[in-house]
Every structure is written in C-alpha cells, then in structure tokens.
C-alpha cells in the first residue's frame, strides 16, 4: 500500500470536500465509475491507474476502499488537467501535443518490442566465445616482475660513456642490482627499481617498454624525460578466469540485452524496407 502514496496524494483533501458518489451508470463493457464535467471515468481507466502504480499481482488485494481512492486521486487529476488546459495559450497546447504524441509512441514501440520482436537465445556457443574473448572480465590477469634501470647521462663526456657502457652490460643473465650499484659508487646517476606491471603510478611510457618482454628478456634503451631507461621483465605471471560454469549465467544475462538490440536493429531494417523513410539534415 504505501507504493499508492504517490497516487493518492491529496485525496483525503478531495474525499473530504467531494459530494456523494456519482450514482454509476448501467453495466457496461467498460461501465462509467465517475463523470467529472464532460469527462468520465471508467472501470478499465481505474483497473489501468491501480496496475501502473502498484502492479497487477498488488491489485488483485487492494480491496474496494483501496480502489475507492484510486478513484478520488483520477477525479482530482480530471479536475487539475481540465483546468490546467483551460489556461493553456495556443503555443502551450500545441507543445502539450508534441509530448503526448511522443509518450504514445513511446509506448506503442515498447508494445512492438515486447509483442513482435523474439531475439534469438542465447547460446552456449555465445557464451563460450564471450568467455574466450574477454576472459579478463572473469578474473584473468598477467602482470610481471621487474627490473627498471634509470640513468642521467649528464653534460660531461667521459661520465656519458660510463653511463652507456653499464647500461650495456645490463643483459638478461647480469646481476642489474649489483651493476646499479657499481654506478653509483663511481657517482653516476643510476638507479634501479624493482616492481609489478600491475601496480599504480606505473607510467604509460614504462609499461610500453614492459609490456611486448616475455619471462627473462630485456629492452633496448629508450630515452624517456632526458634520462635513458631499460627495463628488464624478471618474471611473468597469470592468474586463471573463474571456471565457465561459474560466469555462465553472469554471461547469459549480459548478452541477452545484445541480442535483444540486434532483434531490434534487424526490425528497423526491415520496416524501413517496407516504408518511405527521408531524413533531412537538422538546421544550425
């Protein structure tokens, strides 16, 4: 009941200050609940008010009091509108019709959606090849260990050279942090870090150099923010995606959407087949 809030709000003020019942009319296929000026109210407008606001299974128990102020809150809605539409000027009405043709088609396109398109199911060969392709949204993760040489060359020849010379000792097999800090016992500005290529802060232009070594191997040195750089991948990890039949129905869920997206770009299609379509370019 308290889904009705919205409703009926106001509508203790109305059953207050309203007159005795309307004396309904005859039985009729859709009878006539209530007249308010030249509108009425009739059963099927009740029945559709009472579904959309607190859902047909709540309906069924809402009772003839509960219905009785769902009544009240249309007759105030009839009072409000016809009033508010009075005082419309011609530009307001005219707007007023743009947006009431807009919600009618609205509705209409989701009565086609829900009444004429059947998406096709999904598959478990859909589902295999979402897991295969994107197994990275189910747990899969690589990174690597990693040894990461920066080095300032500085303005002094001779100090260039030793620079480049440690930086080509550092090969796949050589000890990089004991080569660092030979360096900088002879008071070179080289410096070594050591980390994961999953950890944050790392920067694009290290985990570009990161990224293409395999287990053991090592880069050629790049020049990055006037410093020379190389990186050496110590050791590459992964960890496994969840099991498949863990994520099926996690799958399932997600690409029944896409096919009902499909179903609903094919039908577009066709009707436009079907019917003279001409789209003009939109004025500046």
């Not at 209530?34 to 606001?53: K, M, P, Y």
Request: charge should be negative.
């Amino acid at each position: 009941m308290k889904r009705l809030i919205p409703l009926l709000a106001a509508t203790l003020w109305l059953s207050a200050c309203s007159d005795t019942s309307v004396q309904q009319p005859a039985a009729d296929t859709d009878p006539i609940l209530a007249r308010v000026g030249t509108d009425s109210i009739s059963r099927q407008e009740l029945d559709i008010a009472i579904s959309d606001n607190i859902g047909p299974y709540a309906a069924l128990h809402l009772g003839p009091d509960g219905e009785q102020k769902v009544l009240q809150s249309l007759v105030m809605r009839k009072l409000m509108s016809q009033q508010q539409l009075a005082l419309l000027d011609a530009d307001a009405k005219a707007l007023l019709e743009l947006q009431v043709k807009a919600y009618r088609e609205e509705l209409l396109t989701k009565q086609y959606v829900q009444q004429q398109l059947t998406p096709e199911p999904v598959s478990e060969q859909m589902v295999a090849d979402y897991y295969q392709r994107y197994p990275q949204e189910f747990g899969a993760a690589e990174y690597a260990n990693y040894q990461l040489v920066r080095a300032d060359s500085g303005q002094d020849g001779k100090q260039r050279q030793r620079v480049l010379w440690y930086l080509e000792q550092l090969t796949a097999a050589a000890d990089w942090p004991e080569l660092a800090a030979q360096a900088r016992q002879e008071g070179l500005a080289f410096y070594l870090v050591t980390g994961t290529s999953s950890e944050q802060g790392l920067i694009p232009e290290y985990q570009a150099l990161i990224t293409p070594l395999a287990s053991g191997q090592i880069s050629a040195v790049a020049g990055l923010n006037n410093r020379l750089v190389k990186v050496k991948v110590v050791e590459r990890h992964r960890i496994a995606a969840k099991p498949l039949a863990d994520v099926r129905d996690d799958i399932r869920k997600k690409l029944a959407p896409m096919q009902l997206k499909r179903a609903i770009e094919q039908a577009t299609d066709n009707l436009k087949a079907s019917t003279d379509v001409e789209i003009y370019p939109i004025p500046n």
